[in-house]
């Protein structure tokens, strides 16, 4: 089968900024804000929500990026996957933490950022944002801005490239089973 | 979680990856860290940028993850050691895991139990990872051959210490980015040195100029003109007056005290005074050049004192970046045919 395009560039810009917004107004404006990214993507995708609201709110909130490699509880079942990089946080304790990433699915990613999170200082508030919800969850975890709800089945495979990380910008859904998606 | 278990056999080497990595993600294949003489330059990037990252968890306030966490990792140490083994040990309990120390010398060794019983009954406990110091060179591999679990190789007779030239590697990257064309001296007791050893292998493998300095009794016999094959492309100069010329390093090896009886040099004062770095000597290398040593130093012997503390060293970084590169280790070859952690 081949892949569904499910968002396209001008999708995602357009998630981006209604999260920009949400968080916003969910927040009652910047202070005590800091955003998150976890790596890979959600780290270009934190530092362009700080753009969006820096630019109709006038204020920089500051963008960390985390490695959760350290705390995964899933590596062996996705491979060897062994690439982990330093963390980089700004102060957390006592601020409204953000935690963005990319694609939302067991949960288990975020379940290890909380870990990791909560070793660095302890937050006032962490929320999530995410620009993929494709469902199928483990745990007992939600996110708070979502930009797309995707259904999918397990086999599917969603591929996100953004311009920062992958030279190109798009969300794909294919049903998997090895099947290699162009990108 | 403390349940005993048999150790699971683990797939032969190289382990077959169950999925295959996405293009981001570098496969990283080694079950066991031996050797560095078969590494390939993208292998070390990987180490050095997960080291990177280690290093960023020593700095915390609170240096502990649980990445390890339910893993077994024993020291079993045929050899005396401070660093090397403390070094290991704190690793793995910033990783989270279970660290027992076994020292030979107080152990069932001492009934006659051997090598590969001792491994086998480590592995029977419970070890995921054994760590290893021996006498005899190939050691590790023996026990590799045997065991089920990962084995690391923390010196091995006069044939390798691989951690201990990852540290210096990644020591050396930190102040000069990249050792290819730098001008590495390494001077002292390279013939019963498993550390240069390793490092030849290492610092030549990634373009780096080595160059060996020692009187000619202690310079392992073919090195000057090797280069294909057994010996590592090194550069043999018996003055170390010439040597450090436009140095970008220098590093001094420990003079055994037992190689001074062994007639390998005449004396103790005419040792020091041909081959000490001191800062004449470290005068004549680039501005901007650094220090190294192994440890533990034997200060007024192959270095001077002023040297081993002045600016120029970077012999406290190197045992300080000696725990973040066993991290990366243990992290990585605990990657490879390992149990699901939950």
């Known amino acids: 089968m081949s892949p569904v395009i499910a968002m396209s560039r001008d999708d995602i810009r357009r998630a981006v900024t209604r999260i920009a917004h949400e968080i916003v107004e969910h927040n009652r404006g910047t202070q005590d804000l800091v955003f998150v990214g976890m790596r890979t993507r959600g780290v270009p995708l934190a530092q362009r929500i700080a753009m969006a609201i820096a630019g109709f709110e006038g204020e920089e909130v500051p963008v960390g990026s985390l490695d959760v490699g350290l705390y995964r509880d899933d590596l062996t079942e996705r491979g060897p996957a062994v690439n982990i990089q330093p963390s980089d946080l700004p102060e957390i304790a006592g601020k409204r933490v953000v935690l963005v990433d990319d694609v939302l699915y067991t949960g288990r990613t975020v379940r290890a950022a909380l870990d990791a999170l909560i070793d660095y200082g302890r937050p006032r508030r962490i929320q999530l944002a995410v620009l993929i919800d494709r469902g199928h969850r483990e745990l007992p975890i939600r996110a708070d801005f979502v930009g797309k709800n995707i259904p999918t089945s397990p086999a599917d495979d969603v591929r996100v490239r953004l311009y920062e990380t992958d030279g190109d910008e798009y969300v794909h859904v294919a049903a998997a089973e090895g099947a290699e998606v162009a990108p | ?342």
């Open chain 2, 1 to 342: 979680m403390t349940t005993i278990r048999t150790p699971e056999p683990r797939p032969a080497e190289p382990a077959a990856p169950a999925i295959a990595p996405s293009p981001d993600e570098t496969a990283w294949r080694r079950r066991h860290l031996l050797d560095l003489d078969d590494f390939g330059a993208e292998e070390i990037e990987l180490l050095m940028t997960t080291t990177d990252a280690m290093k960023e968890v020593l700095a915390r306030e609170v240096p502990r993850v649980p990445a390890l966490r339910g893993s077994t990792i024993i020291t079993l140490f045929y050899e005396n050691s401070t660093r090397t083994r403390s070094s290991f040990e704190l690793a793995g309990k910033v990783l989270g895991a279970d660290v027992i120390n076994v020292a030979a010398s107080s152990s069932s060794v001492t009934k006659g139990e051997s090598l590969v019983d001792t491994v086998k009954t480590l592995q029977a406990i419970g070890a995921d990872v054994i760590i290893m110091r021996h006498g005899r060179s190939g050691a590790p591999y023996l026990a590799a051959r045997h065991a089920v679990c990962s084995i690391v190789n923390a010196g091995d007779g006069l044939h390798a210490h691989p951690t201990q030239a990852l540290l210096d590697l990644y020591t050396m990257r930190a102040r000069l980015g990249d050792v290819r064309g730098r001008k590495v001296v390494i001077v002292g007791d390279v013939l019963h040195s498993r550390v240069a050893r390793s490092d030849m292998w290492l610092l030549t493998s990634l373009g780096a100029e080595v160059v060996v300095c020692a009187p000619p009794t202690l310079i392992p016999q073919g090195l000057a003109g090797a280069g294909e094959g057994q010996l590592p492309p090194v550069r043999v100069e018996t003055d170390l007056d010439v040597a450090v010329r436009d140095a970008d390093v220098v590093m001094a090896l420990r003079m055994q005290n037992e190689r001074m009886t062994g007639g390998f040099v005449p004396g103790v004062r005419e040792y020091s005074r041909l081959y000490q770095v001191n800062a004449g000597r470290l005068a004549r290398a680039k501005p901007a050049a650094f220090v190294m040593h192994p440890g533990p130093m034997n200060e007024g012997i192959e270095i001077s004192h002023e040297v081993a503390h002045g600016l120029q060293s970077q012999v406290e970084e190197q045992v300080a970046n000696g725990v973040a590169v066993r991290m990366a280790v243990l992290w990585l070859i605990t990657r490879v045919g390992g149990r699901s952690r939950t």
